[in-house]
């Protein structure tokens, strides 16, 4: 098993540009994830999935959309990408809300 | 509101050193409590867990004990190792279908 996979690893944007991130899991998970996390800040939850076809906001959700179309991935869209939006972001999923499994992170810079 | 008070860091030890990290919550109800670990580099993992009053998680060494009396779950280790350097999350079970992350714990462990 692969676990939980993101692609690409490293990005580099200008302001304006867009972009799509992918997450991946092999586990047959209901619940996905996407978090972003900046120095001092801890994680923060963008927005989540409890199932195929469903997508709900996190607590930070501006600036982001996200697709759940097939049950094994995530995908994470910047339309018009922002200097905030400099940060890592990481992809999860769980059987249940509260046991997720972490991807290995996208850095994404944003100029 | 329901929240979590995690101890801040940054916590230096030396190796062998006993480690304790403080984490106290308030929440209506008792929920399930989690350590995550986050290593340099990577997605945080789950460490251990306890889902009801004086369960005892357990994982790599690592234990907590979830004390209803006092709400907290405090994270102990009896001799660290300068691989345990890492950011430590304490992570309650608040309700819906999410966690909420704080900034974590920042532990260095000098050989």
């Known amino acids: 098993n692969a676990g939980v996979t993101q692609t690409p690893k490293f990005r580099v944007l200008k302001t304006g540009q867009s972009m799509t991130l992918l997450c991946a899991q092999d586990m047959n998970h209901e619940y996905m994830y996407w978090y972003r996390q900046d120095p001092g800040m801890g994680l923060r939850l963008i927005h989540y999935s409890v199932g195929e076809g469903t997508t709900a906001k996190g607590e930070v959700p501006d600036g982001y959309n996200v697709s759940r179309l097939k049950k094994q991935n995530f995908l994470l869209g910047l339309e018009s990408a922002a200097p905030s939006q400099t940060s890592v972001y990481f992809c999860?999923?769980?059987?249940?809300?509260?046991?997720?499994?972490f991807g290995p992170g996208t850095r994404l810079t944003v100029t | 509101g329901d929240s979590v008070t995690q101890m801040e860091g940054p916590v230096t030890l030396s190796e062998e050193a006993f480690l304790t990290i403080n984490c106290t919550y308030t929440a209506t109800g008792y929920p399930s409590l989690f350590w995550y670990v986050q290593y340099p580099g990577e997605g945080l993992q789950l460490l251990l867990k306890?889902?009801?009053?004086?369960d005892k998680g357990s994982n790599k060494g690592f234990e907590a004990t979830y004390r209803k009396e006092t709400t907290s779950f405090h994270l102990e280790k009896g001799s660290v190792q300068v691989s345990d350097s890492a950011v430590y999350f304490c992570?309650?079970?608040?309700?819906?279908?999410?966690?909420?992350f704080g900034a974590g714990t920042i532990l260095r462990v000098k050989s």
């Open positions: 306890a889902t009801k009053a004086d």
């Open positions: 992570v309650p079970s608040l309700g819906g279908n999410k966690l909420v």
């Open positions: 999860a999923s769980g059987i249940a809300p509260y046991e997720q499994y």
